[in-house]
């Protein structure tokens, strides 16, 4: 039985962390400035993104801790208090670094150490999250990567969370992939999932605000929600709830196809990958199109895909058709600047 007193409670919350962001960011000075080169925007904007999930995670957290019920799902953290407080701690200590991030800015090569530190903490602290094994749709042989699990896995959550960072670059893109594969963890669960729930709602009213230019995720938002759906993605592979390495990679893979092309770029013209510049797809299309065009355009290129591979279980074969799509768009945007420029 759904308890609908704690759906209450959610959209109250994210009511009046709606009508209150401007106040919370005022205090908090957390603003993300226009540079009038690489970003788009014009004016200062709120960036408090990573506030709604915060409020949000902690509000479940509080709420489950009083109930009767145990809310979380079983393939989150398999019933054991210490998984979830190991998962709440280093859920803040990335959302601090966010914080910072955003206020004062911190050097990449800092960043990625402490991240690196983080995740590595959590995986000795949770026996649950190293990825053991790799399973394919496309074969029925199971591979053992026992011996290096904690390597791959921090690997893969490093990659993700970097990556997804870099694509959050225009309004409703990154929440919009977000709310997707929360949803498609929903959609497996067999019973009523208040994690996915949860971080759906707060995206949604997130969403609104950030369609309306008036909220960004921040590096704090950005750095948590890729934390956060990475960890969730792993764990639904290894409780098999996920059955395929590959199903997992499509949903994670947009971002992911960006930031190989951009730091392939990079390192090809000398500079550091980690260097910030105007060659992300979405800069590219916003050159072509107009917002809502390029957004959808993103939007299509990642849920098409993922749709005809869900009926079709055939996931690979779409994540080759998803990198096709996204390779034939980078080429004909690439001409098209080409021609311009000359």
Do not use: W
């Amino acid at each position: 039985m759904i308890d609908l007193k704690y759906i209450v409670f959610l959209i109250l919350i994210n009511s009046l962390i709606f009508i209150k962001n401007k106040n919370i960011s005022e205090y908090f000075q957390l603003f993300d400035h226009p540079d009038f080169q690489r970003k788009i925007h014009k004016k200062k904007i709120s960036c408090i993104g990573g506030f709604y999930i915060f409020a949000n995670l902690s509000l479940l957290l509080i709420y489950n801790f009083y109930s009767s019920e145990n809310l979380f799902l079983f393939q989150y953290f398999q019933n054991e208090v210490t998984n979830l407080f190991f998962f709440f701690i280093s859920f803040l200590a990335i959302f601090c670094i966010g914080i910072y991030d955003d206020k004062y800015g911190i050097k990449p090569n800092i960043k990625l150490t402490l991240f690196i530190l983080i995740i590595l903490f959590l995986i000795l602290a949770d026996r649950d999250l190293a990825i053991q094994s790799l399973r394919f749709s496309f074969t029925d042989s199971i591979y053992d990567i026992s011996d290096y699990s904690k390597f791959f896995t921090i690997f893969c959550i490093i990659v993700f969370m970097n990556a997804f960072n870099m694509y959050d670059g225009s309004n409703f893109q990154v929440s919009a992939i977000s709310i997707i594969i929360m949803s498609y963890l929903f959609f497996l669960s067999k019973t009523f999932d208040y994690f996915s729930i949860t971080l759906i709602i707060s995206l949604i009213f997130f969403s609104i605000l950030n369609l309306q230019n008036k909220l960004f995720l921040g590096d704090n938002g950005s750095l948590i929600l890729s934390f956060i759906i990475s960890y969730s993605v792993i764990k639904f592979y290894n409780q098999n709830s996920i059955t395929y390495a590959d199903e997992t990679c499509l949903l994670l893979l947009m971002p992911v196809v960006d930031l190989l092309r951009l730091f392939i770029l990079r390192i090809f013209s000398g500079k550091s990958p980690f260097l910030s510049d105007k060659n992300h797809i979405h800069h590219l299309l916003l050159k072509r199109f107009s917002y809502n065009t390029t957004i959808i355009i993103l939007f299509l290129i990642y849920l098409i895909p993922i749709i005809f591979a869900i009926f079709t279980k055939k996931y690979f074969l779409f994540i080759l058709i998803q990198m096709f799509f996204y390779l034939v768009i980078i080429f004909s945007l690439s001409k098209f600047r080409f021609s311009n420029a000359k």
